[in-house]
């Protein structure tokens, strides 16, 4: 429940709760609840939705700079250099 809580207070005002309800994920007064983390299993389902989700476009992304390496003819980076460039970057 304090680590759902932190989040939360990491997350307030980035408008995660607005994106939650604009995906049609939950209503309003839920996903502002999970910001509070005022119910632990919405709160945590809410979080693994937002984690799968990053992971699907964190995947997406690198096929797309590994077909664009393979079209300019270079050698595609593996998965763990490339997120490591991009974490500093």
Same mark, same amino acid.
């Given at each position: 429940?304090?680590?759902l809580?932190? /989040?939360?207070?990491?997350l307030?005002?980035?408008?995660? %709760?607005?994106?939650?309800? !604009?995906?049609?994920i @939950?209503?309003?007064?839920? @996903? #502002?609840?999970?910001i &509070? /983390?005022? =119910? ?8 693994? +939705?937002?984690? %799968?989700?990053? #992971? +699907?476009l !964190? =995947? &997406?992304?690198?096929? &797309?700079c590994?077909? $664009?390496? !393979?079209? $300019?003819? =270079? ?8 997120? !490591?460039q991009? @974490?500093?970057?």
């Open positions: 429940m304090a680590a809580r932190m /989040a939360g207070s990491w307030q005002g980035s408008r995660w %709760a607005e994106t939650l309800v !604009q995906a049609d @939950a209503s309003p007064g839920t @996903a #502002n609840s999970f &509070k /983390a005022a =119910h632990v299993t919405r709160t945590r389902r809410g979080h693994q +939705i937002t984690a %799968a989700t990053l #992971n +699907i !964190q =995947h &997406k992304a690198y096929g &797309k590994t077909e $664009d390496a !393979q079209s $300019d003819g =270079h050698e595609p980076l593996e998965f763990g250099v490339w997120c !490591q991009r @974490a500093e970057c």
